[in-house]
């Protein structure tokens, strides 16, 4: 995590965007954690929160977005060549693919919240000729959801940031019910005022 700090605090904002992005498209980079240490930076105040959720939310969006253009253009054959250089295992693949062969798009909103799984889904995404207008409408929907959860959370955690880190994995479940839970209230929502529009 220092390297990550170091780089933040010599480069600011833009580094952010560097770093999610190729964290997003395989690299070793612990996101959630880098999200959580952000929304920190904005509660001590040497962030601001604003630009700090747009930065990110810019990196998660080019990170998913080079993913899927490389899965659309190269196809599974570059999957398999250099997934284990980009840290993907075939295992990993193949489990994605049951997911979206269960959940459809949807894996594309709470990928996010799945270490692992979101460095692949875009690459499926492509392979298997997503359209891009489907893919975007709903890839960035969800990296909206997943910044925003981490970036509160550091925000609210405060000096006690790090917690994040030590028991992510134990509550990663519960997070990522909490962004499903999220996301089906704003469907909802966004359904409910669509229906008070056409009885108008």
Not at 22 to 28: A, F, N, S, T
Not at 52 to 72: K, P
Not at 112 to 134: C, L, N, Q
Not at 171 to 188: A, K, P
Request: hydrophobic share 50%; aromatic share 16%.
């Amino acid at each position: 995590m220092q390297q990550w700090h170091e780089l933040i605090a010599q480069y600011g904002y833009i580094s952010i965007i560097f770093i999610l992005g190729i964290g997003i498209v395989g690299l070793p980079v612990p996101d959630e954690v880098l999200l959580t240490y952000l929304g920190y930076l904005t509660s001590d105040g040497d962030m601001y929160f604003i630009p700090a959720f747009l930065c990110s939310l810019a990196g998660a969006i080019c990170g998913i977005s080079i993913s899927y253009i490389l899965g659309s253009k190269l196809g599974e054959p570059f999957l398999k060549k250099y997934g284990p250089k980009l840290f993907i295992k075939e295992e990993t693949v193949r489990k994605t693919r049951k997911l979206f062969g269960k959940y459809g798009a949807f894996v594309l909103i709470f990928c996010y919240f799945i270490p692992g799984v979101r460095h692949v889904a875009a690459y499926v995404a492509g392979v298997t000729s997503y359209s891009y207008k489907r893919f975007a409408a709903v890839a960035y929907f969800g990296a909206v959801a997943w910044v925003t959860a981490f970036l509160v959370l550091g925000n609210r955690l405060g000096s006690h940031w790090n917690l994040i880190a030590r028991h992510l994995h134990q509550y990663m479940w519960g997070m990522l019910l909490l962004g499903v839970i999220s996301i089906g209230l704003v469907f909802l929502f966004k359904k409910a005022a669509l229906y008070r529009r056409k009885q108008t």
